[in-house]
């Protein structure tokens, strides 16, 4: 979907290293969110932002943690990745607003991280 | 029980039969519920959102919705091959007011 970008597109790490998923929107939406996918687990919310200078954590924060400096960017990052962190990550926003289509969220086109 | 539930597949189906794919949830305060498609490799994409019980129908896609049976169903009409995806149902509100994904249905369209 244009608007939000990932960055890398996939990564090869070693274990024990330091890693930073990008994520740039334009569309100017609120609400920012970052997912990982796993077969037989479906997406599950990792950490959130639902305006700049202010986040969350979701369901499995535990080795990831984020930023929201400003609107467009929220990097997330692995501080000494592991093998269970191999993934593949997803950015999503959401316009954050009260109306009927403000609660649709958006994704980027994932970042497929192997962790080795 | 998990909180949003569908059937892992694949469902099959011949090119131009009608695809159901259905999804349960365990919160009945859930307020929104929203369907996505997945093809391999690539990133979910929204299909229809649904909030009032009954249907909502947008060109070969209908969702259905029932809180009281607390169910949420997608039907695709005429089905395509370029159907053939993996279709995700989630659901937001109720207690933590959090998007709930389900771990999707794959959908095989057979020409």
């Known amino acids: 979907i244009a608007g939000i970008t990932q960055a890398p597109t996939s990564q090869i790490l070693a274990a024990g290293r330091r890693m930073t998923l990008r994520c740039t929107q334009d569309?100017?939406?609120?609400?920012m969110y970052w997912y990982r996918q796993d077969l037989g687990l479906g997406l599950r919310l990792i950490h959130y932002?639902?305006?700049?200078?202010?986040?969350g954590k979701g369901e499995v924060p535990d080795g990831y943690s984020v930023s929201r400096a400003n609107t467009d960017d929220f990097p997330l990052t692995l501080a000494s990745a592991v093998p269970s962190q191999t993934s593949v990550y997803f950015c999503?926003?959401?316009?954050?607003?009260?109306?009927?289509?403000?609660?649709?969220?958006?994704f980027g086109e994932g970042s497929w991280l192997t962790v080795v | 029980q998990k909180e949003v539930e569908q059937n892992s597949g694949p469902l099959s189906v011949p090119e131009g039969a009608i695809a159901s794919l259905n999804c349960t949830y365990s919160d009945r305060g859930s307020q929104s519920f929203f369907w996505y498609r997945q093809y391999s490799g690539k990133s979910p994409e929204l299909i229809m959102f649904i909030y009032s019980n009954g249907d909502k129908e947008d060109g070969r896609f209908t969702a259905q919705l029932n809180k009281a049976s607390q169910y949420v169903s997608l039907l695709i009409r005429d089905s395509q091959p370029s159907d053939s995806a993996t279709y995700l149902c989630?659901?937001?509100?109720?207690?933590?007011?959090?998007?709930?994904f389900g771990t999707g249905t794959l959908l095989a369209v057979q020409p």
């Open positions: 999503a926003t959401k316009i954050g607003i009260q109306t009927t289509s403000g609660n649709t969220i958006y």
């Open positions: 932002s639902n305006t700049a200078g202010t986040t």
């Open positions: 989630a659901v937001k509100g109720g207690a933590t007011n959090k998007l709930i």
């Open positions: 569309m100017r939406h609120n609400a």
